[in-house]
């Protein structure tokens, strides 16, 4: 049963007012994955680790001079069928929520899972986040 919408929906917001797209449907993940250049797929959560460092420290990696060409999101427990799409393209690693990946045309060159997220603080998943960015997407933005 998914997570009432009621109840998310200011955690959803904390991604989309930063410039993130919702994506709802295993073919909007399909889609956006499929853009060229890079991609930020994060699959948010209600988790408190979600809450307290990961959403904060995404917005402000998000403020960094690099940035993805593309910034999408998903629900886990809410988008059931757009998170197990999204998922499927962090290839080689197990289902964690919250978690981060970056994909340049539809391959994953970075993740950040959830255990890397729990131990960390908002400003430590933002400076990893934006070394990540500097690396995979500063030659795409030039």
């Known amino acids: ?19 993130f797209t919702e994506l709802r449907t295993a073919t909007d993940v399909d889609q956006a994955v499929a853009e060229k250049g890079t991609t930020l797929v994060v699959v948010n959560s209600v988790c408190g680790c979600a809450a307290g460092k990961a959403r904060p420290g995404i917005a402000r990696a998000m403020q960094h001079g690099t940035t993805p060409d593309h910034a999408v999101t998903v629900f886990a427990g809410a988008d059931i069928e757009a998170t197990d799409r999204a998922r499927s393209y962090f290839t080689g690693y197990p289902p964690s929520s919250p978690s981060v990946g970056l994909l340049r045309d539809g391959k994953l060159v970075y993740i950040m899972e959830r255990h890397q997220i729990e131990g960390n603080t908002a400003d430590g998943i933002a400076a990893a986040l934006t070394t990540a960015f500097d690396k995979y997407c500063a030659t795409q933005n030039a």
């Open 1 to 19: 049963m998914p997570y009432p919408e009621f109840l998310i929906a200011p955690m959803r917001e904390e991604l989309t007012d930063v410039g």
